[in-house]
């Protein structure tokens, strides 16, 4: 499983584990994970880089109805998975 590391506004390095990604509308999501376990923290991320940019940048998805669209997404791409709201 790849890992990526994140760096939070106030330096913080944090790694996750990505399960998945996808684009939807155009727009990059992935699907990453805290641990390999599997009753692991996951979260939605989805890119908001400007095009062209050196590094990309991602942002949690927290709007309820994206969120919800976007797991049902995740779950039909990760036959094995349950993501629990």
């Keep these: 499983m790849e890992k990526i590391k994140f760096m939070s506004d106030d330096m913080q390095e944090t790694e996750?584990?990505?399960l998945e990604q996808t684009t939807v509308n155009a727009v990059n999501y992935i699907l990453v994970a805290d641990s390999e376990d599997d009753e692991a923290e996951c979260?939605?991320?989805k890119e908001t880089?400007?095009?062209g940019a050196?590094?990309?940048v991602y942002e949690i998805v927290e709007d309820d109805v994206e969120l919800s669209a976007l797991s049902k997404v995740f779950e039909e791409l990760l036959e094995d998975?349950?993501?629990?709201?």
């Design 16 to 18: 996750f584990f990505v």
């Design 43 to 45: 979260l939605i991320l």
């Design 49 to 51: 880089s400007k095009a």
């Design 54 to 56: 050196a590094e990309s």
């Design 81 to 85: 998975v349950e993501i629990e709201r």
